[in-house]
């Protein structure tokens, strides 16, 4: 078994014990694929996200990376199994310089430390402008580069997405979802959650549409992005509200 | 007015060091400890105790540092002081705090904290004697330095100024030039980032207690050198930390030395204008306009 | 026999006046999950108001308006009230933890001012009471006692009747929400900091009531009747009878206030002459003690309010820190 693949069988989750939000959802991410889950709010997106990466605990079903059972693992553990983890909005440390948030994602790096973190510079070159501004100053885009950074130069097999474009301005969303092409390309699985349909199906792979905390419908995220029924139920409102979201 | 300056940031100083991990834990846990307060209290009784040990050990430990009424074996014992209160600190964390924070919430850690509090501090006065005590005996005459206007300083003054100096000195490189430190100011800003960024919770915890526990060690033979040990030193300080952490921003580790000074500053001025016996309400008066004024305080952010 | 039971009188009237607290502070944290730091200042309040408002005229200071009880009463329980919104309009909306901090803090403050401002409270030496309501009429101190106890009896009653009103109805059902899911209430289009205020101003009357009733029964009120120990007897009774029950909460007012006075009984009848000194912070331990392991072992006390399981998991389920400790 190729040791990169993410497997999500069957699993239940929630905030409360026994009271899990949700249900029986299978998934799957293969290495240099970008994988969409798309949805209602509430729909349960970001839980799955968060109990993939071991901040919520799973009550049935299990994780595996490759050949490796990763459900309800410890957080901090995450990236030595190879998986990393972009939250929502506060996903880097505003208090702390650009130089700092990189030094303490870098920790999690077992190779050479000062090479990945070079590396990461040269792919997000507006990093190294702001290496020592606080991080608090960046602009919207400016600190998902980071956040993408800090998550990257852990080496992971696996990129966990929580929101990418949220609170971004119509030209960031489009700079920050298109490093993902170029981040997947290089052997890395991404699974992205985003309400923004209409800025990343076009560029992922497939798409899992949940609602109710349940898996509802797996394709290919071309055919869906074209498909007239979905478009209507899923996708109708998405699209609109999309627009109306969107920062003047 | 020039000795109301000087006495209040040598108060603030002391403050700064205790209300620095009681910041900490504050914003990390989500609680505010009562009972950090006390281990000001047994900072300063363990200091006492080792003193005598230590000093059992060698006559020449006894000798006095130049000029002050501190010893060697003081500063030793102020050291093992540190260290024992920092692990206590985290045993009562162990014992108590872990356990409420995995079964019930917040607010009864808070509870737990005002019984904690109350049980040391009685534990104390139990063990070492209600009446206040000194480290020395010796009287140490305070030199004039200015007669007009008037500023008296005692040369222990002026070491426990240096002392909280250098203290806040190293723990400011432990956070701007370690990996731990950022660590630490990782968990305090965002402890669920911190553990997708590969940061221990649970071992961060525990150095916020050791750290918390050991500064309010160093705070607390600062102040029994200032003025006096006394079961309830805890007691009388817990306010003026909670109104330190408060102004400075809950979670900065910078507000909370920023707040101490302040705290420190507006107690020893406000005496020129109100009796004295209204001065342990200043730190009341303190927290009241910070929370109607600028309840994130002036360092902290908005949450 | 005449003397066990006027000693049952006195026990039972200071009994059923802390009972009184407990049931303020079980309307603030049992219904509505707010901690108060500083009960002894709002008791206070109630205290010294009715002394200022209903005791005879002074001559050496401020006070001593010789109002009629009724009136005293009213503008005693008003001033713990006042007090309250003081330091609730601060704290009501921010993290929950502040409301702790400002209560103690204003204990302390109340204790330092009734210290100082001889002008106003008599500081140290205390205010002189006035004579109580129908004193005049049942001449006997014994049975006067008794029917003191009935009055204090009746204003439990009324105050457990309250509440109970209280908690049944929609208000009550609010406190609940707002404790158990701020983000419900919210959704309902209630503001939870202002049901919150309403609650905690509420608890502070009562306790304000408990506190005039104590310096009626003295008639005499000083800095000593407000030792910080009173908030945590209070503080104890509540959680030994276990915290969101009414009964339970008069239920552990008698139970601490007895194993307290037996205790410091037992301390002075058999302990050497040496250890009596410490008798007080042997007590204090035990108050401590009896906190924290009830704390630890039975976070919802001994008479928990019904269906509450999900009381503390609903309202902190995402706390930072509760997971991965191990």
Redesign the interface.
Known sequence: MNPQVLNVQSISAGYVRGMPIIHDISITTEPEEIVCIIGPNGAGKSTLLKSIAGLLPIEQGHIRLGATNISGIRTDKLSRAGVAMVPQLNNIFRTMSVEQNLLLAARRYTGNRRHRLQHMLAVFPVLDEKFKAKAGSLSGGQRQFLALAMALLAKPHLLLLDEPSAGLSPVAVDEVLGMLRSIAAEGVGILMVEQNVRAALPLSDRAYILADGRNQHEGDAQTMLNDPVLGEIYMGARRAEAHAAKPV | MLQSLFDGILVGSILSLGAIGLTLIMHILRFANFSHAELIALGAYFALTLDAMVSGLSATLTTRLPHLSVSVSLILAMLLSLLLTGLLAALIDKLVFKRLRENAGPLTMVFASFGIGLIVRNVIGLIYGLKSTHYSNDIAFALMVSSDPLLLIKPDQLFILVLTIVVMLALHLLITRTSIGYALLAVSENPELAQVNGINLAAMIRLAWLLGGSLAAIAGVCYALNNQLSPVMGRDLVLSLFAAAIVGGIGSIYGAALGGLIVGLASSLALLYIPTGYKPAMPFVIILLALYVRPNGLLGEER | MIGIISYLTFFLTIAFILAIAVLGLNLQWGFT?L?N?GIVAFFGAGAYGIVLLGGPPRVDGLGGFALPYPVALIGAILLAGALAL??G???T??????L???T???A??L???V??AEYLTGGAKGLRGFERPFEAMIADPFYYNLFFLLIVFMCVCAVYWFLETLVRSPFGRLLRAVRENERAARSLGKSPPAIRLTSFVLGAMIMGLSGALYATFYAFISPQDLA?ILT?QI?AML?VGGSGNNQGAIIGALVVWGSWVGSGWLLTAVAPQDIQ??AG??Q??L??????LT??AR?KGLLPEKLSQ?R???????????????
Do not use: C
């Open positions: 999950g901690f730091g003081l330091v309009l601060a704290t909306r921010l993290r929950h933890d502040y702790a901090i400002a103690f803090g204003v302390i403050a204790e330092t001012v210290r100082n910080p945590f503080w959680i000194l410490y912070s042997i204090y331990i108050i401590g003690s009896i906190i924290v704390l630890l976070p999900m503390y998991t609903m309202q902190h389920s995402p706390t930072p820190g509760r997971r991965h400790e191990t």
